[in-house]
């Protein structure tokens, strides 16, 4: 369950778009990938779950090299949310959700019932069983991001991967779904574009900036206002919750100097 | 079952969905009762009392009496292996569909996106047209029709390769260019031939028909379906996997790179035999994948299961309309496909809430 990136690089169309990631994360813990549009977190993130192959360098869950499985294996020990919506072809929530078993399937056979009580539990859990007959098409942004999560829970992963989970939610599904995935089980790594939540949620924060790792470690000595001047170009203001006694960050825009 | 959830926008009621199992043994029930009507009916009436006669006498091995010769060869020779590659063909353009849609993830492909069709045409009317492999006797179209069909889906195959493996919208647009080549070519050879009846005889088989079946085309047919059929039964989860976009059937233990070249070969094979004992038939392995989807849903396993016996049925059936309709002429399969098949594809997608494209 410890997932360790060793000098990872990954190039597509012979440019390098990551150079030399190094990353851990432990067991059971939530890690956070931020940096600005373009910095590389889902190019590294595709690695991770083998869309990808890096140039050079390894990517290991408990000493094992995820490429050097066969897709299956790495697939019961992976799970991701990848950022894609493929809307063609209309799957109810139950076979959306069924299809988190296929690495686990054997030969022929469909899932079988040892499956559907997995797939009726993971519903459950992201409290989504009433779902389950519904076109997943029909669903929206949130119930979406609902069931791909009970997906991912029902392959039974060490390591769950999720690119910008919160990407279209209003601000209470967003705050759910990272409350759900803390809780799954699995050690995760999630890319984040809102620094406030990835503080308040990550156990660990890396930050990217132009493929390279600049700042890693707990958020609170990550985000501090130089390194976040620097890496985004922006002036944050930490302030103290006045309720929860959290520090949020209140950020606005440096004008841009003409080599950015 | 299951209740609307609160908020979230307009509910839409649950798919209303056949369970496939049993919907799946009542088509083959109904594929078996056609075959016989298919041996039944025709421009020389044979009735179905007479036509199961006949049947099992040639099962069985059974004796005849001395009038039954000629309506014995009817059956055997020529009705039969017709009808029964009526079944093979439908069943294998129905399956070739569904592999198709999922492998370029577009609901609007046919087997014949990929240049499969007008490339087989092409070789085809070299025949026809222009005599072409006269040497190869009765076999020369199927031969050819073959041989350019698979060519052009390795020209495709090669056009649409890049460094990050085969993706579906190249896919579907180098076969549509490559596709408006061939059919230039074969326009090119109608317009050359010598002779007059050179469209018509063009235009016979670009529309498809199962005239030419013999027991010598119907084995090769069979097999070659009942392996394409075996190999996508045995990747139905796969091809859920890759209809839900290469990122998620990557994290799912799927290579889609490799299924995607694997489901190019199975189509390329299973099509080019099609094509090249029926021509270009049309309609099929565009609509009955959907109606299919519309019965059981849009699961692979199901699909698969139902979409070969539908198809198999359809064009059973299309067969018999076409050569009892205005009999003795024939019609064009394509024409009757078209005629039987539109009307009852709106008619399903407008009683049942069949969205796809999100809508």
Request: charged fraction near 15%; aromatic fraction near 4%; include cysteine.
């Amino acid at each position: 369950m410890d997932l360790t990136l060793d000098s990872v690089s990954v190039e597509l169309a012979g440019a390098r778009l990551v150079h030399d990631v190094a990353l851990d994360a432990a067991a059971g813990q939530v890690v956070g990938l931020v940096g600005p549009n373009g910095s590389g977190k889902s190019t590294l993130l595709r690695c991770v779950y083998r869309a990808l192959r890096p140039a050079t360098g390894a990517v290991r869950l408990d000493g094992d090299d995820l490429h050097a499985l066969t897709a299956r294996e790495a697939a019961r020990r992976v799970a991701a949310l990848p950022q894609e919506h493929s809307a063609e072809f209309d799957f109810t929530v139950a076979e959306v959700v069924a299809m988190g078993r296929l690495p686990h399937r054997r030969g022929l056979g469909g899932p079988g019932a040892g499956d559907h009580a997995r797939c009726a539990g993971a519903l459950r859990r992201v409290g989504a069983e009433h779902l389950a007959g519904r076109g997943f098409l029909s669903l929206s942004g949130g119930e979406k991001q609902r069931v791909l999560i009970a997906r991912a829970l029902v392959q039974e992963p060490r390591l769950l991967v999720l690119d910008e989970p919160t990407n279209h939610l209003d601000i209470a599904h967003q705050l759910d779904v990272l409350a759900l995935v803390r809780q799954a089980g699995p050690t995760v790594l999630t890319a984040l574009h809102d620094l406030n939540l990835a503080a308040g949620h990550c156990d660990l924060l890396y930050v990217l900036r132009a493929g390279r790792i600049v700042a890693s470690g707990p958020p609170a000595e990550v985000l501090r206002t130089d390194l976040l001047a620097e890496v985004f170009g922006v002036r944050a203001t930490p302030v103290r919750h006045p309720v929860t006694g959290a520090v949020q960050l209140l950020f606005d825009r440096i004008r841009p100097t003409p080599e950015d | 079952m299951s209740t609307a959830p609160v908020g979230g926008g307009a509910v839409s009621p649950p798919a209303r969905r056949i369970p496939a199992a049993p919907l799946a043994v009542g088509l083959a029930a109904a594929l078996l009762l056609s075959l016989v009507c298919g041996v039944a009916l025709g421009a020389a009436g044979i009735g179905l009392p007479r036509a199961l006669r006949l049947l099992a006498a040639g099962l069985t091995g059974g004796r005849l009496e001395a009038g039954e010769a000629a309506a014995y060869a009817i059956v055997w020779e020529i009705r039969l292996p017709r009808t029964v590659l009526a079944a093979v063909v439908g069943a294998g353009l129905a399956a070739t569909g569904v592999a198709v849609q999922a492998l370029v993830r577009n609901a609007l492909a046919d087997p014949f996106v990929l240049g499969v069709s007008s490339g087989a045409a092409v070789g085809a009317n070299a025949v026809l047209l222009l005599g072409a492999f006269a040497s190869l006797g009765v076999w020369a179209i199927s031969v050819s029709a073959f041989g350019s069909a698979l060519l052009a889906m390795v020209l495709v195959y090669l056009a649409a390769r890049t460094a990050y493996g085969l993706t579906p919208l190249r896919l579907v647009l180098t076969g549509t260019a490559l596709s408006y080549g061939f059919s230039a070519l074969t326009a090119l050879m109608v317009f050359a031939a010598a002779r007059g009846e050179a469209a018509r005889d063009a235009m016979m088989w670009l529309l498809g028909s199962l005239g030419g079946a013999t027991w010598g085309s119907v084995p090769i047919a069979a097999a070659t379906v009942l392996a394409g059929l075996a190999y996508l039964a045995c990747a139905a989860g796969r091809l859920d996997a890759l209809a839900m976009g290469d990122e998620t059937a990557a994290s799912l233990g799927v290579d889609p790179d490799r299924l995607r070249r694997e489901l190019f070969v199975v189509t390329a094979a299973v099509t080019g035999t099609v094509v090249a004992v029926s021509g270009a038939i049309g309609f099929v392995g565009l609509m009955v994948p959907h109606v299919a989807r519309m019965l059981v849903g849009a699961g692979h396993r199901r699909v698969l299961l139902v979409a070969p016996l539908a198809g198999a049925l359809l064009l059973v059936w299309v067969d018999i309309v076409s050569r009892t309709l205005l009999a003795p002429a024939e019609l064009p399969v394509g024409v009757v496909t078209a005629v039987l098949g539109v009307p009852c594809f709106l008619l399903l997608m407008r009683r049942r809430g069949y969205s796809f494209g999100g809508r």
